[in-house]
């Protein structure tokens, strides 16, 4: 049964606040301890190679290999690319956040030399033990894991890569100045950052729309959405949920979010620090409704598979053309030499 939100569906009653009160370390490491944690007893393994069908993901890419060789592996394409454009073979690279290191694996198998340093300490075990178990050694640089905050940690580095970090704090510019300092002469800060400032409630609308149709058809893992929406005075309350979602970046049961420093800054900050500091090599778009829709589905594999594909070229279409609205960039700068 879908849940309505109250609202009379004005762009300006839903105030969301993007500033978290504080840049807990403890409380933040803590939620992606718990996090990780429950993802690997599911089965989780952070491996694009290796990944296998995991149903504890309801709505995340996560859940299924084909699901996240369409998404993430672009993302790692991407930076891959403007290596290739902009450094060199072999380069050091400081993976700040990394997680349980699905990023940080991909470049050691294209030969460069990475550091990847988490504040938590259970992911940083399960990114260890991924990597020891990894198969593809040929062309293999070198992956070490640290459990290090990024203020605490010390280096020098061909490229700094932040993949979804800046906006957990509450300064971007001190964040930003410290990757400063790690990179070696013209060195290259690499980012993909959420910028839900930019997201309207029209694309919403089409989300609202997107996931009705696919409920109708039995695509949906909320059977009965299409059938709450048959009713035009029920669409406004869900696309105000569905945007509410987008922004925050929680769905409509989920309490804490990602974690508390979630969202502390916003695109439109980060970006303005990112063009003061470095030189500007590379700004793309990026994806706009995607990334909570494609968990979402459910179907015969083939079946899924193309509905991913097609709503995936749908999402780049519009966001290219001006339809849609993104809902974060990506950006290459360079030390200013």
């Known amino acids: 049964m879908c849940v309505i939100i109250k609202s009379n569906f004005k762009t300006t009653d839903l105030k969301i606040s993007i500033l978290s009160t504080s840049d807990d370390l403890e409380k933040e490491a803590k939620a992606f301890d718990e996090r990780i944690e429950e993802r690997t007893k599911a089965g989780f393994i952070p491996d694009v190679r290796r990944a296998v069908k995991c149903e504890y993901f309801y709505k995340s890419f996560f859940r299924d290999p084909y699901l996240i060789k369409l998404f993430l592996q672009e993302e790692i394409n991407y930076f891959l690319e403007m290596l290739k454009k ?21 470049l050691a198998r294209s030969g460069y030399h990475v550091t990847g340093i988490d504040i938590s300490s259970k992911v940083i075990d399960v990114a260890k033990k991924t990597l020891e178990s990894n198969p593809f050694k040929d062309g293999f640089g070198s992956l070490k894991y640290h459990v290090s905050s990024f203020d605490e940690f010390d280096g020098k580095f061909d490229m700094v890569l932040f993949r979804g970090v800046i906006h957990h704090i509450r300064n971007p510019e001190k964040v930003i100045l410290g ?84 969202n502390s800054s916003n695109g439109r900050q980060i970006l303005e620090v990112l ?21 979402g ?41």
């Open 179 to 262: 990757a400063l300092d790690m990179l070696n002469p013209a060195g290259l800060l690499m980012c993909i950052e959420p910028s839900h400032e930019r997201w309207r409630k029209q694309d919403a609308a089409q989300v609202a729309l997107v996931r009705s149709l696919l409920s109708i058809t039995g695509n949906w893992y909320e059977a009965s959405l299409g059938e709450d929406l048959l009713e035009q005075e029920n669409f406004p309350e869900y696309i105000h949920e569905v945007y509410t979602e987008y922004v925050s970046e929680r769905d409509k049961d989920e309490k804490n979010g990602q974690s508390p420093n979630d």
């Open 86 to 106: 902009y450094s060199y073979p072999g380069a050091r690279i400081l993976d700040v956040g990394c997680g349980s290191g699905y990023i940080s694996l991909e």
């Open 275 to 295: 063009r003061k500091h470095f030189d500007e090599l590379d700004y793309t778009l990026g994806v706009s409704f995607i990334y909570r829709v494609l968990g």
């Open 297 to 337: 589905l459910r179907g015969e594999d083939n079946q899924i598979q193309k509905i991913a594909s097609l709503l995936t070229t749908y999402d780049k279409f519009c966001v290219e053309n001006g339809f849609m609205e993104p809902n974060g960039f990506y950006f290459v700068g360079q030390k200013n030499s």
